[in-house]
């Protein structure tokens, strides 16, 4: 645990923030900085086909050591962190020991991590736990993934007496706006199945994601000097307040749901008087449902470009992932041996979902299909991030037995 705790640890100080505004790819060139360390290190470890891409995609092998033909099957995690909090000079504290009280983060004290508010921590008492120190987010998601694959990847270097199968790493950019696999084709990774390590707590198994769509809502105004601004100035930023405002505030937000229920988030807006722009993420487990969404925010723009018919109202549609229970059915083998591989690590496996998306959403949308697994991962996004060192170990062994799991197959 010590190797993969100072993995993480470095991962982590590697700022990879994803800028959802840029059109380049990746999206920001420093997430490149990661995927070539993660490419030298795949060499150094002794990996086969090891390349890196343009735009920042990382391909290796762990050649397989049996000797009949198995099938390959693939370990997926990303680079990039979210746009939503700051990923620069990121500053991990390691608790060691931890004692079941809240954590108080040294860099901003007003940030909390409570237990009553964290119930896994109940179960993680005399456990390594690292957080950020109140000022960034983590970069648990996905750096913990990376670091469980990294580390189960040196042990099978290590241990060739463990009979298993070949293993393709991928290590993508821009997961985190929807793009993870923008420039990845399944023909280059060339497996059965494949696993995103992008999930959170211990033992889970995640079938199912949400479907995804991104709206962004564009109001177009006229700016004017505001002292001649009466009967000619058209504030967007004021529109653009009431179609927020037009928003259910008791239901369909992250806020108000939980389970299968979906949600419309406004997450970002800027702008001015000339023009303002908001961005809103509509997530279902139901794809059908994303057209309700977007047909909602339809309904509040018909009704301001009324109220406001000197400005211009626009809605744009952009679909991001879908729902990955579908895919899956494809290759039954990838749940059932991700639960088989689970139990031989001595964990208790849960069948779940996961209220989001990964690159498996895409990549089980593209013909490959690829459920995600934990790798200790809480309070994703925010300054409240944390991991259990326990967790991401718990990560590793269970895929050192999902290779030797599949390693018994043929064909």
């Known amino acids: 645990m010590p190797e993969l705790l100072d993995r993480f640890l470095k991962y982590v100080q590697i700022d990879t923030q994803a800028d959802d505004h840029s059109e380049s790819s990746p999206s920001t060139s420093k997430q490149l900085e990661l995927s070539r360390l993660l490419a030298d290190e795949c060499k150094q470890l002794g990996l086969k086909d090891v390349s890196i891409s343009k735009h920042g995609v990382v391909l290796a092998t762990i050649a397989q050591t049996v000797t009949h033909h198995a099938p390959t099957i693939a370990w997926v995690a990303h680079v990039d962190t979210s746009p939503e909090t700051s990923g620069t000079n990121v500053k991990p504290i390691v608790h060691r020991e931890y004692d079941g009280g809240d954590i108080v983060l040294p860099g901003d004290p007003t940030k909390v991590i409570r237990g009553e ?195 211009r109202i626009e809605i744009t549609i952009k679909e991001q992932y879908r729902n990955m229970r579908e895919g899956l059915s494809k290759e039954p083998r990838a749940l059932a041996k991700a639960i088989e591989a689970t139990e031989a690590a001595g964990h208790e496996p849960q069948l779940s979902i996961i209220r989001g998306g990964t690159d498996g959403s895409l990549l089980t949308a593209l013909g490959l299909p690829t459920p995600n697994l934990s790798t200790g991962e809480h309070n994703p996004h925010s300054p409240l991030e944390w991991t259990s060192l326990e967790e991401m170990q718990a990560a590793v062994d269970v895929l050192v037995q999902l290779a030797i799991t599949w390693g018994r197959e043929e064909g």
Request: glycine letters at 10%; aromatic letters at 4%; hydrophobic letters at 40%.
């Open 117 to 311: 508010e964290n119930p896994d921590l109940c179960n993680l008492l005399g456990g390594t736990i690292i957080t950020t120190d109140g000022t960034t987010l983590l970069g648990a998601d996905d750096k913990a993934g990376i670091a469980v694959i990294m580390s189960a990847a040196e042990q099978l270097m290590k241990r060739r007496d463990l009979a298993h199968g070949p293993i393709r790493l991928v290590f993508t950019c821009d997961e985190e706006i929807g793009r993870g696999t923008q420039h990845l084709s399944v023909k280059d990774i060339d497996a059965v199945c494949a696993y995103t390590l992008d999930g959170d707590g211990q033992g889970k198994i995640d079938g199912e994601t949400f479907s995804a769509d991104l709206a962004i809502v564009s109001v177009t105004g006229i700016n004017i000097h505001p002292s001649i601004g009466k009967g000619a100035m058209v504030n967007a930023v004021r529109i653009l307040s009431e179609f927020l405002a037009g928003l259910p505030q008791d239901s369909l937000s992250p806020e108000t749901t939980e389970g299968r229920e979906g949600f419309i988030h406004p997450y970002s807006i800027e702008g001015g008087v000339a023009h303002a722009e908001a961005r809103l993420i509509l997530r279902d487990f139901e794809t059908s449902q994303l057209k309700v969404y977007a047909d909602l925010l339809e309904s509040i723009a018909a009704k301001l470009r009324t109220a406001h018919p000197k400005a």
